[in-house]
Nanobody, 119 residues
Framework: VQLVESGGGLVQPGGSLRLSCAAS????????MSWYRQAPGKGRELVAR????????NYADSVKGRFTISRDNAKNTVYLQMNSLKPEDTAVYYC?????????????WGQGTQVTVSS
């Protein structure tokens, strides 16, 4: 199983970035795909979640209206479009794949990609 994030970097406040997470080694379409982030000195928090390709995503209040999660099951990839970025969005962003099958939990994480919002 692999989750490989890309697209992070340094951006000015008000700018945009698009993160990608390429998945392999499991049935991507059957998994809940999420983006989490962890800022320095803070715990990991959920940013956005996609249960299915055509389902309604969920967002943290802090990113609603600015971030958009999407997934392409044909490409086994989940994206996070981040607009109107703020310095408080600075964090390492992690891709997560999760599924519960017959009471067994499958939970996979990527290595993370750094997003820094600064002028």
């Amino acid at each position: 199983v692999q989750l490989v994030e890309s697209g992070g970097g340094l951006v000015q406040p008000g700018g945009s970035l698009r993160l990608s997470c390429a998945a392999s080694g499991f049935t991507f379409s059957s998994y809940v795909m999420s983006w989490y982030r962890q800022a320095p000195g803070k715990g990991r928090e959920l940013v956005a979640r996609s249960v299915s390709e055509d389902g309604s995503p969920n967002y943290a209040d802090s990113v609603k209206g600015r971030f958009t999660i999407s997934r392409d099951n044909a490409k086994n990839t989940v994206y996070l479009q981040m607009n109107s970025l703020k310095p408080e969005d600075t964090a390492v962003y992690y891709c997560n794949a999760w599924r519960m099958i017959l009471s067994r939990e499958y939970d996979y994480w990527g290595q993370g990609t750094q997003v820094t919002v600064s002028s």
